[in-house]
Every structure is written in C-alpha cells, then in structure tokens.
C-alpha cells in the first residue's frame, strides 16, 4: 500500500516539472520540520558558538555534526560515481579525504592546549600578522561560496535535467528552505539539525544497502574484486586525498569552527572518531557505485541504481541527498556568518550574522546558472590551498610573516597549473585519471614547505 501511494504520487505532474510530487514532498516537509525543531537564538553565544544553557555539545553530538557536515550531497555523488568508475578503489580513494579530520583534530587541540589559542584567526594574527589573517579569511570565504552552488546542484539534478525550469526551482526552494532555520538559530540550529540528519542519514543508508545486498546477484566477492589497485584507476585519488588531507581542514570553516566549542579532550576524540566513522560511512555509499558497476550502468550512479530498483528507493537516494546537502548547507551559512561578524570582527550581532547568511545563500546560488562543475569545488581548491600545509603542520616552529606569504602563494600557483594543465609531463610519474591531480600536489606541497623555511634560514 506504501509503495503504491508513492508511485502515485512520482507520477502526478507537478507545476514545476521534476519527477514527481513525492520528491517535492520530502523536500519541504523536512525543510519544514527542521525549522519548527531547530532552536531559536536569543543570544550571540547561541547563534556563532552554539552554546546553549552553559553547555558545549558533548562527544557523540560533536561526532556526529562533523560526520554530516562533510558528507555533503557532492561527495556521496562523487563516491558514488568513482565506485562506478573504478569499484571499491574509487571509494576508499575519496574517503582518503577524511583524514582530514584526523589531522585537524590533533592539531587544533595542539592549539587550544599548548598555544592557548581560541581560534584559527587568532592564531594567525598571533604568528603572521592581521594581513594574514586577510588573506586566510579571503581562501575560506571562496571555500564557503562554493559549498553553496556545489551541494545545491546536485539536489537540482534530482529534479530535472541541468538549464530546465524544475532544476532551478528546486535548487532556489531548497536553498529559500535551509536559510529559513539556520537563519532561525545559526550554529545552535546547525549543531541541533546535524544530529537529527545523521540519524536519518544512517537509516537511509542502511536501508539502501540492505535493498542492494538482498539481491542474489550481488556479493562481497563481487565487491572486492570490482577494482583494480592500481595507480591508473583509482590511486592517484587515493594519495592525492592524503596529501591534501594536511591543508584541507583548515581552510573549511565548517570544520575548524566545530574545534573551538566543546573541550579540547572532548574535541580531539571527537574529530578522530569522524575520521574513522566518516570514511567507513564514504566508502559503504560507494558500494552503491560498485553495484551499478556490476550491472553494467552509465550516467549518475545513484540515480540510475534508484531507477533500477523502484520509485521508492529513489525517492530514498533523494532523500539521503537532501538531508546531505541540507547538513552542508546551513552549517555553511553559520560558518560564513561567524567569519564575517566575529572573527572579522565586523559587527558581532545576530542581526548582522542573519544579513551575512542572506547575501553567501544570494551570491553562492549565482555560480549554478554558470554551469559550474561539482568536482572542481573539492579537487581544484584543496590544491589551491595546498600553501597552508607547514602553516599549521608546524604551527610551533617561529619563522618569520613573510613564510606565509612565500606558501600560500606557492600553493595558488600550483593550483593554478592543475588548472591550466602545466605541469611539464616530465614530473609526472603515473598514468590515468588523476595523476596530474597527484603530482601537482607532491610537487607543490614540496615546494611549499621550501619556501615556508627559506626565510627562516636565510635569516640565521
């Protein structure tokens, strides 16, 4: 009978075209009972730190806001489509990303415990100077506008052909949605919402999985033998991830913001359990792409294996990416308004922190009628911000502001040489997909660290 009523429902015209009434269903309904659940901030504490009634999140919550917050809807897209593209390599290869957490973790609480540092900014200033700082917050802001378009579009893809009219409206309504509860209470609605999306996220996940693993054609030999370890399909990813994984976290707000509320202990624990859970959670979703794999299937993985097994477990598929993407969305909102009025420290009130929030949601949404590519937001600006690797990787070595400038600059230019597809063939010493990716990246990270401690030895 359930089933029944949502096959109805997908097949009934909706004004603004997409597949179907259902998914238009999910969309505002959860939109709407997150805003009705979500936390009012009263309080600037409230709204930029998520301190409520005196107490921090503890470690269960911290863990599971860090886990959704960066298990975006491009990045179970993109697990997806690599398990497609080179099996259980291409998702262990993406969730090399999340070592990220890992490194963050252990060096944020090296910040709190043994420089007393109480933010990122701080630590900045603190070392290199408030045009440092600048030109940190310049990075993380571009960071933040991409987050935006980047997760946006892929829930427009799931209401219509990318350029048609359901595809914008989904994109502006989602994103109209999401602003209305974080707006509501910023980071305490944020930390509060990411709890209830991790749940349903788990349970989504899970229910897709035993939908695909209850078939008789598919195995777990079948799973480890879908990819060939090799660095031509799929390990170029894989090293890139890691190297990536010391500069990444740092120029994501969404991440570092979430390692100065709660104890450096409680904070620590936190981030390295993330770092585990958040792989293991990647590389199953990429199960989904393995499995479209075995069936022979081309296009958008999730979507073509929600095709193949019914109205219902697509409308699942769509699910796990609103609430993704959702996850993503108003915890960059909270992160761009925290930057701009408190540590910019521009003008520390909710109002201001609420206006921030309305002009990143207005401007990030403009890159998606520009047909901008998804994967780009991950690849090409972790490379761009390469440069920040001996920053906080050897936070406690003195060296003297200008270090800064020298690795920061390094790492734009390497990035823009993966861009622009410069990189002498010479230097490059594997094949396939990503292998400029990688090298770009060994190269560049090389030469940052150089150019970090030249000053430093020049000066002795």
């Known amino acids: ?80 489509n690599l398990g497609l593209d080179f099996g259980l390599v291409g998702g262990v290869a993406y969730a090399g990303y999340y070592l990220s957490f890992a490194v963050a973790g252990i060096i944020i609480y090296q910040l ?53 009219s359901s595809y914008y409206w989904a994109i502006i309504i989602f994103t109209l949605l999401t602003l209305s509860y974080a707006i509501k209470g910023g980071l305490s609605s944020s930390i509060f919402t990411d709890v209830i999306q991790m749940v349903l996220f788990s349970v989504l996940l899970i229910i897709i999985l035993g939908t695909i693993f209850t078939t008789d054609d598919f195995s777990s030999t079948q799973i480890i033998t879908s990819g060939t370890w090799s660095f031509e399909l799929g390990l ?9 994984s010391f500069s990444y976290p740092f120029h994501d707000p969404v991440l570092t913001d979430r390692g100065f509320i709660s104890s450096p202990k409680i904070t620590r624990k936190s981030f390295l359990w993330a770092s585990i859970l958040g792989a293991i959670c990647i590389v199953l979703f990429s199960l989904i792409g393995v499995y479209a794999q075995t069936k022979g299937m081309q296009g958008q993985a999730a979507v073509e294996v929600g095709k193949a097994f019914g ?86 070595i003195k060296v003297p502001k200008i270090s800064f400038y020298f690795s ?25 997909k990503y292998a400029s990716l990688l090298w770009v990246n060994l190269w560049g990270i090389l030469s940052c660290i150089i150019l970090y401690f030249i000053p430093k030895w020049i000066k002795k």
């Open 112 to 164: 709190r415990t043994k420089g007393n540092f109480k933010s990122i900014h701080q630590f900045l200033i603190a070392k290199f100077g408030k045009k440092a700082m600048a030109v940190f917050s310049i990075l993380i802001a571009f960071r933040l506008f991409n987050e935006v378009w980047s997760n946006t579009m892929v829930i427009g893809s799931y209401f219509g052909e990318m350029g048609s």
């Open 408 to 432: 920061v600059i390094c790492g734009l230019v390497f990035g823009l040489l993966l861009v622009l597809d410069w990189l002498p063939k010479q230097f490059i010493f594997t094949d396939g």
């Open 311 to 396: 109205v219902v477990i697509l409308l699942v598929i769509n699910f796990i990416m609103i609430t993704s993407a959702a996850s993503t969305l108003d915890s960059t909102f909270s992160s761009f308004s925290k930057l701009i009025a408190v540590d910019l420290n521009i003008k520390k009130t909710i109002s201001f922190g609420r206006l921030t929030m309305i002009s990143v949601a207005v401007l990030g949404t403009i890159p998606v009628f520009l047909n901008a590519e998804i994967l780009s937001a991950t690849t090409i600006s972790g490379t761009m911000v390469i440069g920040l690797t001996p920053i906080f990787i050897f936070w406690n």
């Open 1 to 80: 009978m359930i089933t029944s009523f949502f096959i109805q429902l997908s097949e009934s015209s909706f004004p603004l075209g997409g597949l179907g009434w259902a998914q238009w269903l999910l969309i505002i309904t959860s939109s709407l009972i997150l805003f009705f659940l979500s936390p009012l901030a009263k309080t600037t504490d409230q709204f930029f730190k998520a301190v409520n009634q005196k107490k921090a999140p503890n470690t269960l919550v911290l863990t599971g806001s860090l886990i959704i917050s960066w298990i975006f809807a491009k990045s179970i897209t993109n697990a997806a």
């Open 236 to 244: 170029n990813l894989f090293f890139a991830a890691l190297l990536q």
